[in-house]
């Protein structure tokens, strides 16, 4: 692990070199986020991200820890007990108002997150499996925030819950015993509700334990860079601490001060007016939307509209959802070229914004009603999404001829600054 | 390597004694894990208190031809429809040719009560409740009922004729007490 250049841990007082004896966990520290962990000097800010959802977990953790000391997990008082948080327990409001745009500002970092990965070609050798991780995290991410999404037992949460465990009744022969035994009846109600208070509490513990190898696996090869070449020598990296802890605290401070903005001036901005009419199993709401962070998603899911071979619709639009996601675990063998990062790609950084507009666009026609042109449109999108990744990226990455590299991380940055004082004087 | 050669001493066909109790150990043992995985996924079933509540009676003598009502059976909705001849005489008109999931609205209603659909108010997409039991509500193209979440539309027999639903809406099992009133479950 690490770099040969690596500073060692050396503790000075006495105490600390006990400790060191006994239970080595500040040299894991040092060598994990502090001067003995080599990084490339060339970090720009996307990389300020992965430390953001590690502090956005540990926001909802904390948050979500508070919100179940007066949250009651009971089809019949769930409702009530959220409007109790809010409206009586001291400061009640602001945690569950953190809680629910945390949620939001964990999925912005991790989708920022994923871009940059894919921009700068972090999935490929030698970090497959920091990649692979990722996917599994952002999985579980998604079941979480399902399940948060639930407890409430407003109209979204109720009609959420009946659609989202309705994917699972698309399964042939198996499908509707699948359902009622995931729910626990034959519609969401109490034992429904409780599971997945149970599940919404143990997830994020399993998240915080991928994450772990997650950052394991890329302390192995060491972080990638802007460039995509890898560290040649000594010169190429500095110690994460001080110089990332400074960069991330700055970039922290950022993320703080947009979550606070959103907390404090429009906290339901990001949520649903139905959320907050108490669950009626009688009576679905027009216009039924998952979170914002589902809409891409939800869009593929609602793009079959039409039996193909011998599969029908609702099957396929469910495949079709988690095959989304599910691709993602074969991009590093998707993508060939040997080159890591877009800048020096110049046909995969057009379709990587192509991609990037693909997906907002999905996430328009997921949000919007299942009418024309919106079908139509995510048809389009859906088609195209898989074709990116399927026909467009294995493709382009055996035809393209990328630009002149650097040849070392070193070079490329004197390179730049070089450039800059003759630019100024121009 | 004393200990080795003594567990191998007096036996030919070459399997240790050894083997055999690592096989029988780790067999039990996975025989007894198996046992305990049993009871937990079964509690995810419903439980007996939720499988009580499998029957509803309704008493149907006040809806009037034309009108429906929505109930409920299970946590489920459920719609009971009193049709008019026309609809009944739209839903025969149907070649069963043109349906996704075929089906009469014979086979569909009880015999000699075929103005009395019943069937459960969860679309055969993802759940939602379809639109039109209620006065007002968007029946869809077909005169029966729509769904608003993904655009499912039924006729007026609640087969599914256009969306991705895959199948019509479901009759419950049900039986007729009296002329007015009906046991589902």
Known sequence: ?426 | MASETDTTAGIEDGVRRRDFINIAAVSFAGVGAAAVVLPLVNQMNPSADVLAQSTTEIDISAIQPGQAIKTSWRKQPVFVRNLVPAEIAAAKKVPLSDLRDPQTIDERTKPGKENWLITLGVCTHLGCVPLGAAEGENRGDFGGYFCPCHGSHYDTAARIRKGPAPKNLVVPPYEFNSDTVVTIG
């Open chain 1, 1 to 426: 692990m690490s770099f040969p250049w690596a500073k060692n841990y050396e503790p000075q007082q006495p105490l600390m070199k006990w400790l060191d004896e006994k239970l080595p966990l500040p040299r894991l520290v040092y060598n994990a986020i502090g001067a003995g962990y080599p990084v490339p000097r060339n970090l720009n800010y996307f990389w300020n991200f992965g430390v953001l959802a590690g502090v956005a977990l540990v926001i909802q953790i904390v948050t979500g820890i508070v919100l179940a000391m007066h949250y009651a997990a009971n089809a019949g008082v769930a409702f009530n007990s959220v409007e109790h948080i809010m409206r009586d327990v001291n400061a009640g409001w602001f945690i569950r108002y953190a809680h629910m745009n945390g949620a939001s500002m964990f999925f912005i970092v991790v989708y920022l997150h994923i871009f940059r990965g894919l921009y700068y070609g972090s999935y490929k050798a030698p970090r497959e499996m920091v990649w692979l991780l990722g996917v599994v995290i952002f999985l579980l991410m998604m079941a979480t925030a399902f399940m948060g999404y639930v407890l409430p037992w407003g109209q979204m949460s109720f009609w959420g819950a009946q659609v989202i465990t309705g994917f699972f009744s698309a399964i042939p022969a198996v499908g509707d015993p699948i359902r009622v035994w995931l729910l626990g009846g034959f519609a969401p109600d109490n034992a429904a509700l409780n599971r997945f208070f149970s599940l919404h509490y143990l997830l994020p513990f399993v998240i915080a334990g991928v994450i772990i190898l997650h950052i394991w696996a890329l302390h192995i090869p060491g972080s990638s860079n802007p460039t995509g070449i890898e560290v040649k020598d000594e010169q190429d990296t500095v110690p994460f601490h001080p110089y990332y802890t400074a960069k991330d605290g700055f970039g922290v401070g950022v993320f703080l001060l947009l979550f606070v903005t959103l907390t404090f001036f429009s906290p339901n901005l990001l949520g649903h007016a139905d959320n907050y009419i108490a669950a009626n199993p009688l009576s679905t709401p027009a216009h039924i939307v998952p979170e914002w962070y589902f809409w891409p998603f939800y869009a593929i899911l609602r793009a079959f509209t039409f039996n193909f071979l011998w599969i029908d619709a609702k099957l396929w639009g469910v495949l079709a959802m988690f095959a989304a996601i599910a691709l993602l675990f074969f991009l590093p063998w998707l993508d060939s070229s040997p080159v890591k990062s877009s800048n020096y790609r110049p046909l995969n950084r057009i379709f990587f914004w192509v991609l990037v507009a693909d997906v907002f666009i999905l996430g328009w026609c997921g949000k919007s009603p299942a009418e024309q042109p919106y079908v139509l449109l995510s048809q389009l999108g859906a088609a195209y999404y898989f074709a990116h990744f399927l026909i467009i990226l294995p493709i382009i990455s055996r035809i393209e001829r990328p630009l002149p590299m650097p040849n070392s991380i070193t070079e490329a940055v004197l390179a730049k600054h070089a450039d800059a004082p003759s630019a100024a004087t121009a």
